[in-house]
Structures are given as C-alpha cells and as structure tokens.
C-alpha cells in the first residue's frame, strides 16, 4: 500500500484511501488505520480503531449503493483520532434500538457507539462522511 501523506502529530494530512466498495475493501481500510496509527505512536488505539473502521466499511457497503468509499483517517486535535468512511449516499445512518433481531445483524452502529468517544455525520450535497473518534491521550 502506498501511503501519500507525511505523519504530523495533529492535523492535515491525515491518511486516505479510495477503495471500492467491497467487502474485500475492509482489509485495505484496517491496514490505513494500522499505518496512521502506528506513524502517530498511538498503537493502543489499534485494536478500537480497527473495529471501528471495520463497522463503518461494512455499513457504508450494506447500506448504500455507492460503488467506491473513501477512509480517512485524521487527527483533528491532540485528543482525538478521526476515522471515518465517506460514501456518495445522502441517507444518514440510523441507530437501531436492542431486539432479537441483533442477533444477526444491526449492531454495526452499537458497536461504534460502544467504542467511539463520539461519533457523528457530516453531510454534503453528493453524499456524506460517518466518522467515531477515539480519545488519544496525549504523551508528556
């Protein structure tokens, strides 16, 4: 995988990648998370980070009809590391409450929700950006 961007502790750029929107995607969007993770120092953050990006892929996929994603990964701030999947789809993601349904499915935005310290969606005239934010704690 060739990554562009320099690491810098806060800010842009951050680290990104178009991906088709494939299951097979979510591989490439854990390695992204993995690099940008690693080059900040923030490998505690690897294991929530990667679960992250994995939910956020497959919602985007399962519940739009875009034929490619892109994954970004930022740092917005010294606290914070953004991970989020932006899709050409304008419908907004939507929170399902607990049933036996869960079982076997819809706990992709539970699960963020779980994890995150925040999450949200940016919306845009041609689509929109899901994104969670884990808490860095930032070295002395």
Known sequence: MIVS???RPIGHPGYSETLPALEESADAARKLVRTALAAWHLDELTDSGVLLV??????AIKHTNTRSIRVVVSRPSERFVRIGVVDRARALPQMVKPNDDLLTNGRGLLLIDALAERWGTDTYRWGKQVWAELLSEPTV
């Open 54 to 59: 994995t939910e956020l892929v497959a919602n």
């Open 5 to 7: 961007a320099q690491p």
